[in-house]
């Protein structure tokens, strides 16, 4: 059986970078929070690996540190949880980044250097 070719508008990376993330529900009195690692990522979002993925459609607020050569940077941003994954190893979900509060610059460095690094 052949397999399908995924088509992404953006390339992916493997990272291995620690996530803090919590929901943005409006819904419950105490927003759901975890931590997770960054399984691979690209311009439009992320895998994250996190033994609790959050529902489809749960908008999260996300904070993690880039690599850098001088020094990590913060990236804050909000996204949606586009998919999760709960049945298979490793459990996590798909994000996709919806907005920026701080670190975007950070992030389109780091996923340069990533991309310097496969050629």
């Known amino acids: 059986m052949q397999m399908a070719h995924e088509q992404r508008k953006h390339p992916r990376h493997v990272a291995d970078v620690v996530v803090s993330f919590r929901s943005c529900r409006s819904d419950v009195l105490v927003p759901e929070r975890g931590e997770g690692t960054i399984e691979n990522v690209s311009r439009g979002g992320i895998f994250l690996t996190t033994p609790s993925p959050l529902e489809t459609g749960t908008e999260v607020e ?23 994954r709960t049945s298979l190893e490793p459990a996590g979900m798909g994000l996709q980044f919806q907005e920026f509060a701080s670190g975007e610059k950070a992030l389109r460095t780091w996923l340069d250097q990533l991309a310097s690094k496969k050629k």
């Open 62 to 84: 996300l904070t993690f540190e880039v690599p850098g050569e001088e020094r990590a940077r913060l990236v804050s941003a909000r996204a949606v949880v586009r998919w999760n």
